[in-house]
């Protein structure tokens, strides 16, 4: 794991957690390398729908400078979340799923020409999705190993080769704990469309979470945030999620999907008042 941490406020006065400091990542090292991801390539889909090739969360796109790297951290605990080191980026999530298809399904949301923020990204599906439908898109994850290993080389899977310069101009990468990605976008940098996953399971990252809402979302712009209704075992859901939105006095918030079987899964919209 890089050692490029940055103190911040934690709940519990007595204890100080570290959280991985924002860098902004150039896609240049995956660009020669390509060729060798390719082989190891899936086609995520959407029920009949293929969204794009994503690359395998495989050890070998984690062999960089780490002294232990996200994927060995989560095979030494048996965990596909360890607080402040790995955040789950080598996993696509369910409500990503889910995600895609409401916006397959629905007219709610447009991508052309529109700034989009894959906050959370992970492998980046739903930025791939965004920027195949004309956006310009940010990736953020928490891990620099995500970005560089597995979020960078999918994003390039899913670009013709004889449009890569022009299509990597429309995307940035970004890794980092969310206070500090929120501190190193430039001043007055906004998005119309924020999306976001499974990001809402740790109730002790809400404040800065929605505080990057509140600076980054532009003003006519929305939020779309797919989780499940409630994080068994580990505290958060959606309606404590709605109940930190609504102090805001800022923003509003509208259930715009639920899922009719197995486990409660929603996606919410939003937007400022």
């Keep these: 794991m890089s050692d490029n941490y940055v103190l911040y406020n934690c709940t519990d006065q007595n204890k100080e957690t570290k959280f991985l400091e924002c860098e902004e990542i150039i896609p240049d090292k995956q660009i020669s390398t390509l060729e060798d991801i390719v082989i190891h390539a899936k086609m995520f889909t959407c029920d009949d729908v293929e969204i794009g090739h994503v690359a395998h969360s495989d050890k070998m796109f984690l062999s960089g400078n780490y002294n232990t790297n996200a ?13 402040g080191k790995y955040e789950g980026g080598l996993k696509v999530w369910e409500c990503t799923s889910d995600l895609i298809k409401y916006s397959l399904d629905s007219n709610d949301i447009d991508f052309n020409e529109k700034k989009v923020l894959d906050l959370g990204c992970g492998v980046g599906i739903l930025g791939i999705y965004a920027l195949q439908n004309g956006a310009f898109v940010t990736f953020q994850d928490y891990n620099k190993e995500v ?3 597995v979020t960078i080389p999918s994003v390039l899977l899913n670009i013709d080769e004889e449009l890569q310069k022009d299509e990597l101009k429309k995307c940035k990468f970004y890794s980092g704990d969310w206070a500090s990605f929120n501190k190193k976008l430039p001043v007055g940098e906004v998005y119309d469309i924020i999306l976001t996953s499974e990001t809402i399971y740790n109730e002790e990252n809400y ?10 979302l532009s003003k006519d712009g929305n939020i779309y945030v797919a989780a499940k209704t409630c994080y068994f075992g580990v505290g958060g859901g959606m309606r404590q999620f709605e109940s930190q939105i609504e102090k805001t006095g800022c923003l509003i918030s509208e259930s715009v999907w639920k899922s009719s079987s197995g486990v409660q899964r929603e996606i919410i919209k939003v937007k400022r008042k």
């Design 71 to 83: 994927l060995e951290l989560a095979e030494q605990v048996q965990s596909d979340l360890v607080a």
């Design 147 to 149: 970005i560089e290993s």
């Design 207 to 216: 404040t800065k979470l929605i505080e990057l809402f509140l600076e980054r």
